[in-house]
């Protein structure tokens, strides 16, 4: 069993920028490939990136493209999601996911455990 644990979410001006990480404990979860989604209110949730257990397989939404990087240190069990020019449109609670396969995937049924979420907000 994988826990997840997000932080570095909060509140930001557009323009900006966050971090986001997530730890992971129990299980191999350097095997396992991991992704990012966000939810805002009232909508449903909708992918963000993905990164393969190796680093070398990596996608991303298209509304977050060239804008935000996913990363991963296996050593720590860690991975990020560094947001850069932030919008208000960006604002959700993102949630980090892994999935036993070491491919990444786009699509949230694909992955077999979530963290908690961490919000962030993007101000005008």
Excluded: H
Excluded at 61 to 86: C, E, H, P
């Amino acid at each position: 069993q994988v826990q997840l644990v997000e932080s570095g979410g909060g509140s930001v001006q557009a323009g900006g920028s966050l971090r986001l990480s997530c730890e992971a404990s129990g299980g191999t979860s350097s095997s396992y490939g991991m992704g990012w989604f966000r939810q805002a209110p009232g909508k449903e949730r909708t992918f963000v990136a993905t990164i393969s257990r190796s680093g070398d397989g990596i996608a991303y939404g298209d509304s977050v493209k060239g804008r935000f990087t996913i990363s991963r240190d296996n050593a720590k069990n860690t991975v990020y999601l560094q947001m850069n020019s932030l919008k208000p449109e960006d604002t959700a609670v993102y949630y980090c996911a892994a999935r036993r396969s070491g491919v990444g995937n786009i699509m949230s049924t694909s992955y077999d455990y979530w963290g908690q979420g961490t919000q962030v907000t993007v101000s005008e």
